[in-house]
């Protein structure tokens, strides 16, 4: 007999022809319309919890891949989700002139620009390590961010909207971070280091001529 307390999470019920595992699979693909709807009202929902966040403007949300993975690193997000079709590829590159690797995300437009691959400041042109989609890399690593993962489509209105407006990858944080005012100390840090760099230079030609501070060689 069926217990009537397991009525309300029955989803569909359909006739098979097989018992055991050849009618388990039968009964899924017999119901894998009604699967699919709860799919997507599972990922309607969580998008609607997202658009939320952004909405109230309550500063726990993320989206962007470079905004994403700041808010990883913080080890800030709670659901981090990405559209299953999102086309960035994580690439390591590096510099053979230095031996130094630099991690760098490109949509297909992106990997077009030549740019992309040479050293800004030396135009050298940066060897590809490693080629993986983005969407792979989470999958493999998400866990060591202590977040969870949540792959949707665009095949709702929600979904349509979080890849057209918001680069089909965000996330749901456990707390505030204001991404605006880490970009800007960011870029003091690189001014900072840049000066420090172009101090040493100065030093270095300074000794190799064997002057000292306020020795003019005379």
Known sequence: LFDQRLQKIVIKMVDVSYGGE?????????????????????????????????????????????????????????????????????????????GVDVVKHLNKHQEQDDKNFRDPETGIELEVQEKEPLVEWFANNYKSFGCNLEFVTDRSSEGTQFVKGFGGIGGILRWKVDFQEMAQYEHAAKLDKHEEEEEEEEEDDESEYGFDDGDYGF
Do not use: P
């Open 22 to 98: 050849n009618g388990f699979n039968q009964a899924i693909e017999m119901a894998a319309d009604a699967l699919a709807n709860v799919k997507l009202m599972k990922e309607k929902k969580l998008l609607q919890r997202y658009m939320d966040e952004i909405s109230q403007d309550t500063g726990r949300y993320c989206f962007m891949v470079d905004d994403t993975l700041h808010a990883l690193d913080l080890g800030a997000v709670e659901d981090l989700i990405v559209w299953d079709n999102l086309e960035t590829q994580r690439y390591i590159l590096r510099n053979v002139s230095t």
